[in-house]
T-cell receptor, first 116, second 116 residues
Framework: AQKVTQAQTEISVVEKEDVTLDCVYETRDTTYYLFWYKQPPSGELVFLIRRNSFDEQNEISGRYSWNFQKSTSSFNFTITASQVVDSAVYFCALSDPTGANSKLTFGKGITLSVRP | EAGVTQFPSHSVIEKGQTVTLRCDPISGHDNLYWYRRVMGKEIKFLLHFVKESKQDESGMPNNRFLAERTGGTYSTLKVQPAELEDSGVYFC??????????????FGPGTRLTVT
């Protein structure tokens, strides 16, 4: 069975601080995909990144960066110089690779509050 | 391009009543998913349509839930009769078939269902 653990439930930082959101996953599959989604107060889930299990390169997109380490089954997300607009719930998710376009297994989410 | 839309945004019903949720996926997306988030828990998969066919309905909690996708366009999720534990946010997502097997799911804003 697949499982995603986001041990942090709530994080509060002051604007311009860096913050790392942790994600640990469990799967028996050798091929899988990992995702991060952001849920702002408006409610919709916004796709941030997709990473496949064969690509362990870290990725940077503006103030966002992701660290994928298969050895520790982790896919952590760092926001550099956080801003108030980053306040949201962040979900890490894992795909079930039984065929293309298959279901996601989510963690419980981390509520990030960035104070001015 | 319009995103995934869901209707209604919020529904409050009494235990024993019936409610129907609607999801309109992104035009041209063959894959449609329903997920649910109960307060404080993970977002959990309910089912997956490919066009009008149910590809995977392993997450449907019981036979009080009925999902349809007539014509392979919009989908409805009916709960009949509703129970208190059905309260939560119901998300719909859609994705395009990709030959590589990699995909991203685009989520709607969710329908918040409250059963009293």
């Amino acid at each position: 069975a697949q499982k995603v653990t986001q041990a942090q439930t709530e994080i509060s930082v002051v604007e311009k601080e860096d913050v790392t959101l942790d994600c640990v996953y469990e799967t028996r599959d050798t091929t899988y995909y990992l995702f991060w989604y952001k849920q702002p107060p408006s409610g919709e889930l916004v796709f941030l990144i997709r990473r496949n299990s064969f690509d362990e390169q870290n990725e940077i997109s503006g103030r966002y960066s992701w660290n994928f380490q298969k050895s520790t089954s982790s896919f952590n997300f760092t926001i550099t110089a956080s801003q108030v607009v980053d306040s949201a719930v962040y979900f890490c998710a894992l795909s079930d690779p039984t065929g293309a376009n298959s279901k996601l297994t989510f963690g419980k989410g981390i509520t990030l509050s960035v104070r001015p | 391009e319009a995103g995934v839309t869901q209707f209604p945004s919020h529904s409050v019903i009494e235990k024993g009543q019936t409610v129907t949720l609607r999801c309109d996926p992104i035009s041209g997306h063959d894959n449609l998913y329903w997920y649910r988030r109960v307060m404080g828990k993970e977002i959990k998969f309910l089912l997956h349509f490919v066009k009008e066919s149910k590809q995977d309905e392993s997450g449907m909690p019981n036979n009080r839930f009925l999902a349809e996708r007539t014509g392979g366009t919009y989908s409805t999720l009916k709960v009949q009769p509703a129970e208190l534990e059905d309260s939560g946010v119901y998300f719909c997502a859609s994705s395009q078939e990709e030959l590589a097997g990699a995909y991203e799911q685009y989520f709607g804003p969710g329908t918040r269902l409250t059963v009293t």
